[in-house]
């Protein structure tokens, strides 16, 4: 059929139809695109950013743990060592909540990488601490201040170098994929400006 036979009504009915449809081509790209940015800035917000302030976290309650052993070979009173045994006590809690919460997090967002295998080796070593930690507090609590500097040293203190490495690690992936979602987001960005672009230029030319 020859267009130029159309009644003027016909061709502008014609040339609306054609501009809504390239309107809503429009609008379902932009749709489109507005979700996939959401969910990357989503992820780098309330996952990612929550799994380095959780690292961070237990890094901190890691730290304060190992500055708390120090302070039970340092202190000699029982005034001095009651507190400090209820401040352990109290960090030791404190650092297994975040964990805990940690490793939820990781469950329910079926994360199986790298970062999974380190917070089972964080956990498996939190373990061990645990159990050398009771025996150097007992001898503590026995005098025995020698022996509990030696199995500071010699046990205790790798385990807790090996697990700020890996929680360290953990905040490093973590990162990187925040850099990988908001690299992701400026791609969809200016994929979705070029279309609105195109579409819009071919809605002025008709």
Sequence with gaps: MNTKDWKIGTRLSAAFGIVLAL?????????????????????????NGEQVRLSNEMKLALTQRAVSLRNLLLFT???????????LADIKKRYGDTQQTFATLMQRLEITDERAELLKKVSGGQGQIDDLEKQLVAKVQEGAKFPARMLLTEKIHPQQVAELDALARLVQLNEAANQQALEEASRVYTSARWSVLVVSGLAIAL
Excluded: C, N
């Design 23 to 47: 309107v809503l081509v429009l609008a379902m790209i932009s749709i489109q695109r507005l979700g996939v940015m959401h969910e990357r800035i989503t992820m780098m917000a309330a996952v």
């Design 77 to 87: 009173e029982p005034e001095e060592i009651t507190p400090e045994l209820a401040k």
